[in-house]
């Protein structure tokens, strides 16, 4: 099988979701990779409002509008192509799948270390869809009700700028992405607040890339907004929710293998970072996964 034979299978089988709830749901997502009210969000999805800002953050209570400025943020796919043996499930290659934000106030609302995963998180580091398991809550609809949030949303098919190794040649491209592949997307951010995102590590059975527990600071309250790499406060983790019981890219229980979102056995464990999981597995540094990098506009 292709690797365009494989990525699109994702598409169908743990990444059926994705097309459906991201590439539908979501809506045309704008030429810019935008995700305002108007283009990222509908009624039918769960995500009405994620990406729109709430009615405390848009005003500072005292003179009309609070202080606020859009920045873009970039998620790039800089992991070699051939990281993995050639015969493994993604061709050898890292992919990043769509993935899930919010701009909040203190910790990272995704997850917190050494606690269960919620069933959005479980969807997301096990099959990739950001929109959750047929039927549950997705991880974008668990931020949108955190009360920390200001913002939230996914970012989708629609926000690849690039993909040159997708075989169709297309952008957007097929998610998830391959090596020197990006995501951006626009963000209103106001002094203090902070952005956490999640996106699926493939292969894997439950790894996903994330911000660390206290996001990356984007506006500090005693100075200008963030402009730069942003990677040192990123880092790979494991779910928790399914054993790694095969190296990546060779169990039948891994995206893009598998054939069902929720197949694998249950593991019952806690979020950690993959560094501190004992495996016998092998994995890139996060560093050498993505690049995050964020520029006010």
Not at 26 to 49: P, Y
Not at 115 to 121: D, K, N, R
Not at 221 to 231: A, I, K, L, R, Y
């Given at each position: ?280 597995h092998e994995y890139p540094a996060v560093e050498d996964v993505v690049q995050v990098t964020?520029?006010?506009?």
């Open positions: 099988m292709t690797e365009h034979d494989t990525r699109r299978r994702f598409l169908t089988t743990s990444g059926g979701l994705v097309a459906l709830a991201l590439s539908g749901c979501l809506g045309d997502g704008g030429g810019d990779g935008e995700m305002d009210g108007e283009d990222g969000t509908n009624g039918d999805d769960g995500m009405n409002g994620s990406d729109e800002t709430d009615g405390d953050d848009e005003t500072d209570g005292g003179d009309g509008m609070a202080e606020s400025v859009a920045v873009r943020i970039r998620i790039e796919n800089v992991a070699p192509p051939d990281f993995y043996p050639a015969d493994t499930s993604t061709g050898g290659a890292v992919w990043i799948t769509p993935g899930a934000y919010a701009v909040h106030d203190g910790e990272n609302p995704i997850f917190d270390l050494g606690e269960s995963a919620s069933i959005g998180l479980e969807a997301l580091a096990e099959a990739g869809p950001p929109t959750g398991f047929e039927g549950e809550e997705g991880l974008v609809d668990e931020l949108d009700g955190a009360t920390e949030v200001h913002r939230s949303g996914a970012y989708t098919p629609d926000d690849t700028v690039a993909d040159p190794n997708d075989p169709m040649g297309s952008v957007p491209g097929a998610p998830p992405i391959a090596p020197g592949g990006a995501f951006e997307f626009a963000v209103d951010v106001s002094p203090g607040q902070r952005l956490s995102f999640a996106s699926m590590f493939v292969p894997s059975n439950d790894v996903f890339v994330s911000t660390e527990e206290g996001g990356i600071g984007l506006w500090p309250e005693d100075g200008d907004p963030v402009d730069g790499d942003v990677t040192d406060a990123v880092a790979l983790f494991d779910a928790g929710t399914e054993p790694n019981a095969e190296p990546p890219g060779t169990g039948p229980d891994q995206a893009p293998a598998q054939d069902a979102p929720d197949q694998g056995a249950d593991e019952d464990g806690v979020v950690r970072r993959l560094s501190d999981v004992d495996d016998g964020v520029t006010p506009t």
